[in-house]
């Protein structure tokens, strides 16, 4: 019996692959799921034979995020800001995210992200940390948190696209399709989403069983030293600093309705009406930003 409920772990020779098994709820991320593929990437690690890792979801989309249908229970992330006591348990999980992403974009192994449909808010992140992301040209990349109040918790947007689209995206909650993304550098390729299995397969097979001067080790030491370009240049201290301020931004909220006194409450309103009315009116100053058309969610 798989010890797994949220994903699915497959391993063929030299390539494992994770699946995101949520289907239900667009892989909507909660803090088992996450547990769920920690582990999972440990239980590769210990693999001598292992060179790469593919992370995909299942059903219509990679990941819409951060699951909010399961307001006030353990499972959902972050907190509902009107339990008690929000402060300590909104860190706690701020702190949780931030190792489990430095552990991610770390990991020792040629990480693929396999990114169809929703891509968005921590399914972003996930996606971030993997070394390159192979995307389907309908696939939608973004960051909705934004549209609640929230300061962004990962820095990575910037060492991958750069400051000027960075905040282009993520001060607006803009959302880009596949295309977009392959155009500024935040995935590698776009392709129709009936070659983008074999399009990944392809590249996985490239970097697992091609033979390259040093061999696997070599490869795994320039890794690690393409790595420290990144700490060189600081980001370490910006992870910390925007896990500071993504936390910060949920605290600074009057009466912490995340959009201030006589705003947008999100919670107030998934109470009343349900998720997707308060999604709804969310994102409905924002339609202008949603590609078209909108990938299939069923």
């Known amino acids: 019996m798989s010890p797994y409920q949220n994903i699915e772990l497959a391993i063929e020779d030299k390539i494992a692959t994770i699946i995101l098994n949520r289907p239900e709820k667009l892989n909507a991320i909660n803090d088992a799921l996450l547990e769920e593929l920690m582990q999972a990437l440990k239980e590769i690690e210990k693999l001598v034979d292992n060179r790469v890792v593919i992370i995909k979801g299942k059903g219509p989309s990679f990941s819409v995020g951060q699951d909010l249908s399961g307001v006030g229970t353990s499972e959902v992330m972050p907190p509902d800001p009107r339990g008690k006591p929000y402060e300590s348990q909104f860190y706690e999980f701020a702190r949780r995210q931030f190792y489990r992403w430095r ?28 070394q390159t992301i192979i995307a389907s040209e309908d696939a939608v990349f973004g960051d909705p948190s934004i549209r609640m109040g929230f300061a962004p918790a990962n ?13 282009e995206l993520l001060l607006t909650g803009k959302y880009i399709d596949g295309h977009e993304a392959e155009r500024i550098g935040l995935v590698m390729k776009a392709v129709s989403l009936k070659k983008l299995e074999n399009t990944v397969q392809t590249e996985a097979n490239t970097k697992a069983y091609s033979g390259t001067i040093g061999g696997f080790d070599l490869q795994s030491a320039w890794g690690q030293n393409h790595q420290s370009v990144f700490e060189l240049a600081g980001l370490s201290a910006a992870w910390r600093l925007s896990s500071n301020l993504y936390t910060l931004s949920a605290f600074q909220r009057p009466e912490r309705s995340y959009m201030g006194r006589g705003g947008f409450n999100f919670y107030k309103i998934k109470q009343e009406k349900g ?4 999604i709804e009116e969310r994102d409905k100053p924002f339609e202008s930003y949603f590609p078209k058309p909108r ?4």
């Open 275 to 278: 998720l997707k009315a308060a």
């Open 295 to 298: 990938p299939k969610t069923t």
């Open 103 to 130: 552990s991610l974009l770390d990991y020792p192994r040629f990480t693929i992200a396999q990114v169809h449909g929703y891509c968005l808010g921590a399914g972003c992140d996930l996606a971030l940390c993997c």
């Open 155 to 167: 820095p990575l947007w910037t060492w991958r696209v750069g400051l000027k689209k960075t905040k």
